[in-house]
């Protein structure tokens, strides 16, 4: 499947972990934000969403292993700490093919909430293994997969300076970030009402934090860091549902709240405006080809290939494969004596 199309591609992402098929018991609101933004954005544009949400059986965005920080040229484009169809360690990123749909989009749109004065787990899991498109090391058979040594040969050498590149460069990314201040836990005097030792708790300083964008500011700043472009009117934070409980504070709730939907709903246009004004973006030097997401696949074999793998993994990694993998860890480690 090609890569890039001659149309303008809009690559979603739902930012919550929130979800009805697991505890929370009902969607998230960025699930209905991006489904809404889907449907106001031009016809004519591919417009692809990825739902952040926890699925209970289906696999999790594994972790970032920090390779950077070992050698630049140990961290490959796209990351191959993991792999589609792994049996060992199943990961959604590559599941779900998010680095070539990424790659494929000419803008990101992120909706999304604040979980405790930052953005969510999924949200920094995602971006955290995205530092791979800021710099990566774009072939790995120059370090035999993952040798730290040959990857410190690699960055030291004057090659290094043609395959270290922003693989993202030229995009646009555009963010939609929400909250409520706390509901109905905060009293009157700015503290949140259930705390007994109200002396541990300035709300003057909370004010600092206290602030829609201010939570998702390190995302924001990876991605101008990355070569995407993010204009500062392209981001917009947002508070709703103030004072109420969350069980009042849910979809059917939004959308009778005609305020906050004018809002997005201005946000997605300035977005198209600037999308479409824009054009598209510049294809990188090295590509990721969309092989297809498994969530597209007929769900009786996306299942059945997720059972094969989680039980042959198992069976492999809680038996000689543990001992195996510590072994190869040694042969690749960056200082060998």
């Known amino acids: 499947m090609m890569e890039r199309s001659d149309k303008i591609r809009i690559f979603i992402v739902a930012g919550s972990s929130r979800g009805v098929t697991n505890c929370p018991a009902a969607d998230?609101?960025?699930?209905?934000?991006?489904?809404?933004?889907?449907?106001?954005l031009p016809d004519d544009w591919i417009v692809d969403v990825f739902?952040?949400?926890n699925d209970f059986v289906l696999p999790k965005i594994q972790s970032c292993n920090a390779c950077v920080s070992t050698s630049m040229a140990l961290c490959v484009w796209p990351?191959?700490?993991?792999?589609?169809?792994s049996f060992l360690e199943p990961d959604l990123m590559w599941d779900e093919d998010v680095y070539a749909r990424i790659y494929a989009a000419d803008a990101i749109l992120v909706c999304a909430p604040i979980n405790w004065y930052g953005p969510t787990s999924s949200m920094k899991m995602l971006f955290d293994r995205l530092i791979c498109a800021n710099g990566g090391n774009p072939d790995e058979t120059l370090i035999n997969h993952k040798d730290g040594s040959l990857a410190a040969q690699l960055e030291n050498s004057p090659r290094w300076q043609d395959l270290s590149l922003n693989h993202l460069e030229g995009r646009t990314a555009a963010f939609f970030v929400y909250g409520d201040n706390g509901g109905d836990e905060i009293a009157p005097d700015g503290r949140p009402s259930i705390l007994k030792h109200k002396e541990y708790f300035d709300p003057e300083g909370e004010n600092h934090f206290n602030n829609p964008d201010h939570?998702?500011?390190?995302?924001?700043w990876q991605c101008r860091y990355s070569g995407?472009?993010?204009p500062e009117h392209l981001i917009e934070?947002?508070?709703?549902?103030?004072?109420?409980?969350?069980?009042?504070?849910?979809?059917?709730?939004?959308?009778?709240?005609?305020?906050t939907l004018a809002v997005f709903d201005k946000w997605v246009s300035a977005v198209a405006e600037f999308v479409q004004k824009k054009g598209k973006a510049p294809a990188g030097k090295y590509p990721v080809f969309l092989t297809g997401a498994d969530s597209a696949m007929p769900v009786f074999w996306r299942q059945l290939q997720l059972l094969l793998r989680t039980c042959c993994g198992g069976l492999w990694l809680h038996s000689i494969g543990?001992?195996?993998?510590?072994?190869?860890?040694r042969k690749l480690r960056l200082y060998k004596n």
């Open 79 to 85: 990351c191959n700490c993991y792999e589609k169809h």
């Open 215 to 220: 939570a998702y500011g390190p995302i924001i």
């Open 228 to 230: 995407i472009e993010v």
């Open 322 to 329: 543990y001992f195996t993998s510590r072994r190869a860890a």
């Open 28 to 40: 998230s609101k960025a699930s209905f934000f991006a489904q809404r933004a889907q449907e106001l």
């Open 237 to 259: 934070a947002i508070n709703f549902g103030l004072g109420g409980n969350y069980s009042n504070n849910q979809i059917p709730h939004l959308k009778k709240d005609k305020d």
């Open 51 to 53: 739902n952040l949400a």
